[in-house]
């Protein structure tokens, strides 16, 4: 499945870099009672409730993030499974400034499921994961105006 968007935040981007490298910053934004942990310079793991029609469970993974330019760019590799299935994806994000105070995040990728989760379709999958994508976003976007005071 390939994902792909973008989001305009209301901050700057060295902030906004210093927060997507943040691990309690990234489980207060991603839905399902999320926990992080950083295990090493470019590296975290943890875990995740999530919920795709009647199929839910707990997915305990890992990502790494390579090829950094910050505070402009840089690569997301994912790894998770659980009792319902597995993940495994790769995107890029990229940052760009937007004017005085607005930083527009581009991101791209490819996520391959299977298992149970994967049983419920691709369309429902897909919205589900647009859906945690968006949450997620518009959370970090929250904590980017809070910690910037509307810089």
Known sequence: MKIEGQYTFDGPRPILWELVRDPQVLATCLPGSPSVRKTGEHEYEGEIAIRVGPISGAFAGQLSVTNEVPPASCTLTVEG???????????????????????????????????????????????????????????LNETLQARSGGR
């Open 81 to 139: 499974k659980g009792k319902v299935g597995f993940v495994k994806g790769v995107g890029n994000i990229d940052m760009t400034d937007q004017g005085p105070g607005k930083t527009l995040m581009k991101y791209t990728g490819e996520v391959q499921i299977g298992g149970k989760v994967a049983s419920v379709g691709q369309r429902l999958f897909d919205s589900v994961s647009r859906g945690m994508i968006d949450q997620a976003l518009g959370k």
